[in-house]
């Protein structure tokens, strides 16, 4: 049984680094299934984003990977939240004067892994191969 990544990546989400780590900490080392649960149920705005990566490098392991694999053993093998751009902004501030500010923005980095289905085709044939053979040692005597 062989393990196999992928990855997803979004970049630009309209949430501070600072606090989008801290989300994505509940969200590390954990089964995806878990991941999705707790991340739905948490009252964060950077919740969102990071469930939506999550989803995607899960979409991407199941439909990208030449193999089948078994959805129970998808798990969040990388989490990570980095500083995006920094847009420069203005806002008014009294007697004509513009005050600059920053918008800050992240980008979130996910990498599952997941296991290969066990294939239970070749159980059944092996069986079939085994009762055959039996048969054929009754047929003899």
Same mark, same amino acid.
């Given at each position: ?38 991340? =739905? ?6 919740? #969102? ?5 999550? =989803? ?15 959805? %129970?053993?998808? #798990? ?20 004509? #004067? ?11 980095? *996910?990498? *599952?892994?997941?296991?290969?289905? *066990? ?13 055959? %053979?039996?048969?054929? %040692?009754? =047929?003899?005597?």
């Amino acid at each position: 049984m062989t393990t196999h990544y992928a990855y997803a990546v979004i970049k630009g989400v309209d949430s501070q680094p600072r606090k989008a780590s801290i989300v994505a900490s509940l969200a590390r080392d954990r089964y995806v299934s878990d991941a999705v649960v707790i991340l =739905e149920n948490t009252p964060r705005r950077a919740a #969102r984003a990071v469930r939506k990566a999550i =989803e995607s490098a899960t979409a991407n392991l199941m439909n990208n990977s030449s193999v089948s694999i078994d959805p %129970k053993t998808i #798990r969040i093998a990388r989490i990570s939240v980095t500083a995006g751009t920094r847009m420069r902004r203005y806002v008014p501030a009294s007697r004509g #004067r513009a005050l600059p500010y920053e918008k800050i923005s992240s980008n979130i980095f *996910v990498e *599952v892994a997941g296991d290969e289905k *066990v294939k239970k085709v070749a159980e059944k044939s092996a069986e079939k191969e085994k009762s055959a %053979k039996t048969a054929d %040692k009754k =047929e003899e005597k």
